[in-house]
């Protein structure tokens, strides 16, 4: 691929990818009738977050990502055979190929033998490798995908829309789950599955059986899951995904949106609560203490008086409510720290052991926390044998991709942050929220699939906010002279709605 800089006639500051295509011709002449994949560019965005309940629905959920990404590399590749738009790379793009790089390097490894853990058939992991291999590779493909879509094609506004609205669907299975615990069906897709396969793999049987809640309890509540498949997937998705739901449905919302994120918010606070889900609330509790700090440094004292007011209502409820003594249960009750902690030290280890590509793929662990002899059993399949890796993104990328792997993936992010760290528009307030929170879950949460999806549209939004805002600042000098250089900056900076 060749970024704009290096085709002739395009300028690598402002968004201007080219001609597109003619069924997205920006010209202002209506487009071509026609079906709905044919007048929306961005149908595969939007038919990936819009349709997320369905996708849960059918079993397919956890490949979703794969699926959507076949007709968005297509486009790409159109755009590049026909040279009808030069395919723009995000910055730090060369950190994320390294990645992919050693990712796909590890492959020489799966046949390998960690410490501390058993020995299995490599074909197995040659399975789970792949799967994992073309997930991050669809991830990338909608990273580029929707950083070259123009303006008219994928508003911004549209985008956290639609990221909102994945709050409004989990918020939604949240409540279900609360009401509903019990409550599970065999989706379609399970007729076409054999029995010994649904038998043998449980992510694949918890995907063609959804649950609302996942089989783990606590002072007798389950933990809400829908319309994801775990517990934890449920409260990662629902905290990247949140800061869009306030912009895109009360920044630049109508009026209606805005009482539905009110409304939403509200409802939000029991399952939030019920799910037990302690990386959860510290990952709020660190989002707010963000959102005061950029706030506080902005001088933007009316939305720091309303995002106040709403912590201590928040606050105000938990005491006066029952919440408060199930979250104080919840902290005392830690038994599965013992448990993350043997898996992150058996990471470590295998990264040691391996350090330049990793292993290539998760292993089962010898035994468990208490015992090497302690495994799984016929009357405990919980019980031992837990995956390495499985406990933390962080974990993963030290096993699976070695330490140049880990550096890369986490450089690339890690970039974005720094690189849009001035962007106070509420897109880049919460597009930089969303990747620090990558940072604070990667001790916790496994970022694979449809999470690495919200995390990667984040960034794809704070690199698409880059390239306007640059656009509006150069027209601007354009067309005032020196004394725009200096003086429409402000106004760009405080978030014109897109």
């Not at 965005?45 to 369905?54: E, M, Q, R, T, Y």
């Not at 309890?217 to 389950?222: A, R």
């Not at 869009?244 to 939000?268: E, H, K, N, S």
């Not at 962007?423 to 999470?451: E, H, Q, R, S, W």
Request: charged share 10%.
């Amino acid at each position: 691929m060749t970024t704009a800089l290096q085709r002739p006639g395009q300028n690598g500051r402002v968004h201007q990818p080219g001609a597109p295509l003619p069924d997205t011709a920006a010209s202002g002449l209506p487009r071509p009738r026609g079906s709905w994949f044919a007048r929306d560019p961005a149908w595969p965005i939007v038919a990936l977050l819009a349709g997320w309940p369905l996708w849960w629905m059918l079993g397919i959920g956890t490949y979703m990502t794969v699926l959507a990404a076949i007709p968005m590399a297509r486009r790409l590749y159109l755009w590049r055979a026909t040279r009808s738009r030069a395919i723009r790379v995000p910055p730090a793009f060369g950190l994320w190929l390294l990645f992919l790089l050693v990712m796909f390097a590890g492959i020489a490894t799966l046949s390998l033998t960690a410490p501390g853990t058993e020995a299995g058939p490599v074909s197995h992991r040659l399975v789970s490798w792949g799967l994992r291999a073309l997930s991050y590779v669809a991830v990338t493909v909608i990273l580029l995908f929707a950083g070259n879509l123009t303006e008219r094609e994928l508003p911004r506004r549209r985008l956290a829309f639609l990221l909102g609205l994945v709050v409004i669907y989990t918020v939604a299975g949240g409540l279900l789950g609360v009401l509903l615990p019990s409550f599970h069906f065999t989706s379609p897709l399970a007729a076409f599955v054999p029995a010994s396969i649904q038998a043998s793999d449980t992510t694949i049987a918890s995907m063609l059986h959804p649950s609302v809640t996942q089989h783990q309890t606590f002072e007798g509540f389950g933990r809400p899951a829908a319309p994801f498949t775990y517990s934890n997937g449920w409260g990662d998705n629902l905290a990247v995904l949140l800061p869009w739901l306030i912009v895109g449905w009360r920044v630049y919302g109508t009026r209606w949106q805005r009482r539905i994120m009110l409304v939403v918010l509200a409802a939000a606070l029991i399952p939030i609560v019920l799910s037990f889900d302690r990386g959860l609330w510290i990952g709020l509790a660190l989002a707010a203490c963000y959102m005061m700090a950029r706030l506080t440094t902005q001088a933007n004292m009316s939305r720091l008086v309303m995002f106040v007011g709403g912590l201590i209502v928040f606050a105000l409820v938990i005491v006066a409510t029952p919440l408060g003594s199930l979250i104080s249960a919840r902290i005392g009750h830690a038994t599965s720290n013992a448990g993350r902690a043997d898996g992150a030290a058996i990471a470590i280890q295998g990264a040691l052991a391996s350090p330049f590509l990793g292993f290539g793929d998760t292993r089962h662990e010898q035994g468990s926390s208490q015992s090497i002899a302690v495994g799984r059993t016929a009357n405990c399949s919980d019980c031992g044998d837990n995956d390495v890796g499985s406990h933390g993104q962080l974990w993963l990328l030290l096993f699976a991709n070695g330490i140049p792997g880990t550096i890369c993936y986490l450089g690339f992010f890690g970039y974005g942050v720094w690189r849009f760290r001035r962007d106070k528009t509420p897109y880049g307030l919460a597009g930089v929220l969303v990747l620090l929170l990558g940072f604070v879950f990667m001790f916790v949460y496994l970022t694979i699939g449809i999470t690495l999806s919200f995390t990667i549209l984040a960034y794809a939004m704070l690199w698409r906010n880059d390239m306007y805002r640059q656009d509006e600042l150069a027209a601007a000098a354009e067309t005032d002279g020196p004394a725009g250089r200096g003086g429409n900056g402000r106004g760009i900076a405080a978030g014109v709605p897109a």
